[in-house]
């Protein structure tokens, strides 16, 4: 299965191409667009809204941190990297794992994007 989006001002145009598209392929039309490859589509009268907020909650909810409480910098302050203390993980996929999703994450929030790279 493969999916496409098609976007326009014209709904004329759209229908135009999704006739033509329908005599090569089977063609479903399932209406407006809702959610794409986890991408969450809100439109309003000023125009299309995309987040990734489900997966912004899942991951919060993944790590333990949904009680959680911001703060302006998640760090200590004045940290001295000490590389030789403490002990490795014993499992490194779920931190991995993290951080992959983390990366993904940066498609909608690029604010995070120096944080995570």
């Not at 392929?25 to 399932?30: A, G, L, P, R, T």
């Not at 986890?38 to 009680?67: N, P």
Request: glycine share 6%; aromatic share 8%.
């Amino acid at each position: 299965m493969d999916d496409i989006i098609l976007a326009s001002n014209f709904i004329s145009e759209i229908t135009k191409v999704t006739q033509v598209l329908d005599k090569t392929f089977k063609v479903k039309d399932i209406g407006d667009l809702k959610f794409f490859l986890d991408l969450e589509v809100a439109r309003t009268k000023d125009g299309i809204h995309v987040s990734q907020r489900k997966d912004d909650l899942d991951i919060i909810f993944d790590v333990g941190l949904l009680a959680g409480k911001p703060c302006s910098t998640p760090m200590v302050k004045n940290m001295k990297n000490v590389f030789n203390e403490g002990r490795p993980l014993e499992d490194i996929t779920s931190y991995q794992r993290l951080f992959g999703r983390l990366i993904y994450l940066t498609n909608t929030r690029p604010d995070i994007s120096y944080v995570v790279q």
